[in-house]
């Protein structure tokens, strides 16, 4: 079953804004991963965290997760074209991926 | 770099058909898996393996089985196809991580269109 949720399920942006998607679970994490899906490409390993309250950074993306480790966020600043895809978190173990939030991005 | 392939990207099938849909990696993983991917409702597990021979039910098991006979290549077998397994199918390969750390490596997907 669904071990965690994403919201929003979809987001339409215009360039130049920034965009959150967030990651939620109702029981606490080891660790949790990002992925981003291309349109007609296949999920690619961005990033995981481990720790709590920890952050990382990858340019412009910045990953969150919470101090309870039952959360996650994924925050783009300024997004461009080539952001557009789908970011799905993925709890390692679970073997249950997120739903995934789908970004569009308005030039 | 991980390279995991599919055997076909795209594949058109007829209802009543058994179809085989092949999965090859080449970094010795140990953890495979095959997903159905369709719109509004992400990626949901069909089966995983976790070692030659051995197999495990995901989410969405039924109308499904799958072969693992050697590591590097994991199958998945639609017994008698129907059009409501129209989807995408995606492969991944999993890199074993400390304390749980796993990182799943995808093939490029096989777009099944069942008539």
């Known amino acids: 079953g669904q071990q965690v949720m994403q919201i929003p399920q979809y987001q339409h942006v215009q360039e130049g804004e920034d965009f959150t998607t967030y990651c939620n679970s109702s029981?606490?994490?080891?660790?949790i991963q990002w992925y981003k899906q291309r349109p007609g490409g296949h999920p690619v390993f961005l990033i995981q965290?481990?720790?709590?309250?920890e952050v990382k950074k990858q340019k412009r993306l910045t990953f969150q997760f919470g101090e309870a480790k039952k959360n996650s966020s994924l925050h783009i600043t300024a997004t461009q074209t080539t952001d557009v895809g789908t970011y799905f978190c993925y709890p390692p173990g679970k073997s249950t991926f997120g739903d995934g939030t789908t970004l569009t991005v308005k030039p | 770099d991980v390279k995991v392939t599919q055997s076909s990207r795209y594949l058109v099938k007829r209802t009543g058909e058994k179809v085989f849909l092949e999965c090859v990696q080449d970094?010795?993983?140990?953890?495979m898996f095959w997903y159905r991917q369709d719109p509004g409702l992400g990626l949901r597990l069909i089966y995983f393996?976790?070692?030659?021979?051995?197999?495990e039910k995901g989410d969405i098991p039924e109308g499904y089985s799958v072969s693992r006979e050697k590591k590097e290549r994991f199958s998945l077998i639609l017994e008698s196809a129907s059009t409501n397994q129209t989807s995408m199918y995606l492969c991944?390969?999993?890199?074993?991580?400390?304390?749980?750390?796993?990182?799943?490596?995808f093939g490029p997907g096989t777009r099944l269109t069942v008539l």
């Open positions: 393996s976790y070692d030659v021979k051995m197999k």
């Open positions: 029981t606490t994490l080891s660790n």
């Open positions: 970094m010795d993983h140990e953890n």
């Open positions: 991944a390969s999993m890199k074993p991580g400390l304390a749980g750390t796993d990182t799943q490596y």
């Open positions: 965290l481990v720790k709590s309250g």
